[in-house]
């Protein structure tokens, strides 16, 4: 044999050997999709992804975030082009249409009794379809209260958050301010607009606490239009007309800034409000329980969840539900997860696990975030039901055209109830199919 | 040899033979990637729009919906009715408006004003700035109570308006922005169409007694049909195609006064998984969009050949 012919199989026996010893040794490599994506954030997530390969040296975990408002978009264009993360954390609202479509996997079974052991009955059943199935380990749960200012409630003269629709609309017109030219310097509610949960769920907490309902118990059919939801709706044009609120204003951007009087919102603002310049955190930010309406007979709420779960398409779904136990388990007793400090102390948010719950206990129990928690063991879970994204944004834009005047509270649910109900006949239809 | 369909009957030497064969494999390459890349992804949203798809669910187990999607668009989805109505008023005013504007500052920037260049700078620059950028700028300078503008208004001694927050103002505002935005490219057609037109035509006006308005109405207008023609076609498809301004400022609100049609689409098919209704929304607007060109096309070329 020459030297150049033995060179040339030396160097194919060596590319051969290398590229099976490579393939052997081939990392299993995880994505995991969040919505989380500040600079604190990002940071926290990646402590904890990398706390767990170095447990587990032989898995890679990359870690994407978009913004909440493309997460949706991009888990389904991620399936649609076969490039889909393996492990998610999304909105619990989209649960039946992901599991109608066959998007996620089933826990296993280890999971299933470790969620069943740390959980609350009422947070498993925001993660789980109507057939009982959890589908995956829930994460944050926020019910919505009355966060408000107390500086300027008192400028008004007023020393106590409104306890019901008439104080609502008393103090809220109160503190609106505005000058010669037309101009509003400060609002005493603010709305949301643009945003569907900013608008959906305050409306949702307050037609609670007035003794209505979304959905109907077994979510077939809307129930939102009823005396209590045209008096709910009614609300929000007696505040437009009053001045106590208007839609120009929007209460996430400015309450920050210490223009706005109070806003209906989740715990996981804490971070904003603890950084904002415009009201002082620890003694002007005040938390109340949301007022009662005239139909209402007691402080009523809406919470929903998000939770992780991993894709059916997923080659590492072993390896996926691993990790997502890893950051949800205790691994020391009173230590907490991993997950439930992220929540906790990037985000101001409740955790859904009780271990979580009791090892935070002391980070929990701050004036604002405690009052979330206190709110958490009467909150209704968000109901969930496939086309619940679709029904939502309709009645975002119902509620919207009411704050701008542009219809009456009657022909605003009715429109919407019409065609959440059409949307629940056709999914029922489709599962039947 | 004989010839084939794909290879003519022409003189058979071997180079040549050679030559039209990789000029054919060089025509196939774009032709494939067309085919790939337009005409496929076409004809599946066609199929697409004749069943409910999820885009989640595998392609094969999509349910025939037939045409119900088409009816359900154009009869029951207020939406989207709503949508096509604020598109219309979008394309009209803003293809008027850039086309009117477009063709008076190109006049202006055609003649010996002083700093031309500069001017010409400044209409173009808004068309290379990101539209994203410009929708945050406009939604400051609108702001209803803390906008440059309403400050202005309520100085002179009128009322403040609400422009993007307000649903009677909200859709006028984007018009006036998306105007903003691209008169400064219709600005450089235009003038290209003004500097192609030979001065003899003016010279021999002005001698058969042509004043200023006469040698614009009988001699730069008839020379600019082409022009125009380009500038209508256009700016019509792409107004009729807006999305990131509307995206990026009001996102449809309030209360959809402001939803256009691809927006409604982006919706439609992201935010409700309903591929099969967007797919539908898709080849209604395409049908809109080419009967309209259509006509334009008809209406200005036909009008050209007259002049």
Known sequence: MSLKRSVLVFLSLALVLSFGAATLAQDTTLTMLTHWGTEDQLAAQQAIIDAYMAEHPDVVIELVTVDFGELRAKIITGRTAGISADVYHFYHLWLPDFVNAGVLAEPPQDSLTYIDENVAQGTIDAVSTSDGQTWGYPTEVNPYLLVYNKRLLAEAGYDAPPANWEELKEIAAAITQVDDSGAISQVGLGVMPGWDSGIVHPFSALLFSNGG?????????????????????????DLVASGGTDASINGLANFPSGTVGMVIMAPWWRATLRAAEGVDFETEV???????????????????TWLFA???????????????HWMNAEHNDGAGSAIGDFLVNALGAIPSFNHDQAAFADSMSDHYVSAFVAASAYARPEQIVAGGQEIKTLLQAEIEAVLAGMTTPEDALASVEMQANAILEEQRMMAEE | MKSS????DIPKSAVLRRRMFWAYVFVAAPV??????????????????????????????????????????????????????????????????????????????????????????????????????????????FDRNYGVVNNVITALGL???????????????????????????????????????????????QVDGAGNWQAFRFVTLPLLRPVMLFVVVTNTIGALQVFDLVFATTGGAPANSSMTVVLH???????????????????????IIMLITVMQVRLLRDRAYQD
């Open chain 2, 159 to 205: 009322p403040r308006q609400p422009f993007l927050s307000g649903p009677h103002q909200a859709l006028m505002t984007l018009i006036f922005i998306a105007i903003y935005q691209y008169v400064g490219y219709y600005i450089v057609i235009f003038l290209a169409g003004l500097q192609g037109i030979p001065q003899d035509y003016y010279d021999a006006a």
């Open chain 1, 310 to 324: 991993v894709d059916s398409s997923s080659p590492n779904k072993p390896a996926a539900w691993d990790f997502i």
């Open chain 2, 5 to 8: 369909w794909w290879m003519p």
């Open chain 2, 32 to 141: 494939v990637a067309l085919l790939v890349f337009l005409a496929g992804p076409i004809l599946f949203s066609g199929w697409v729009s004749l069943h409910r798809w999820d885009m989640l669910s595998p392609v094969g187990d999509m349910p025939w919906r037939g045409l119900q999607n088409y009816v359900f668009l154009l009869t029951r989805d207020t939406i989207f009715i709503k949508a096509l109505g604020n598109t219309f008023l979008f394309a009209i005013g803003g293809v008027g408006a850039n086309t009117i504007l477009g063709l008076g500052f190109a006049l202006l920037l055609n003649s010996r004003i002083r700093g031309r260049t500069v001017w010409r700078v400044l209409y173009f620059m808004p068309v290379i700035t990101a539209p994203l950028a410009l929708a945050v700028m406009f939604s400051f300078i």
């Open chain 1, 286 to 304: 005040g938390v109340a329980e949301i007022p009662v309406g005239p139909s209402g007979d007691a402080p009523s709420s809406i919470a929903y």
């Open chain 2, 265 to 287: 689409m982006y919706n439609t098919a992201f935010k409700f998984s309903r591929m099969g209704r967007a797919s539908a929304m898709a080849f209604i607007l395409f049908a």
């Open chain 1, 213 to 237: 309902n979304y959905l109907s118990a077994d979510r077939a059919m809307a129930e939102f239009n009823s005396p209590q939801g045209i008096e709910t709706l009614q609300l929000y044009a």
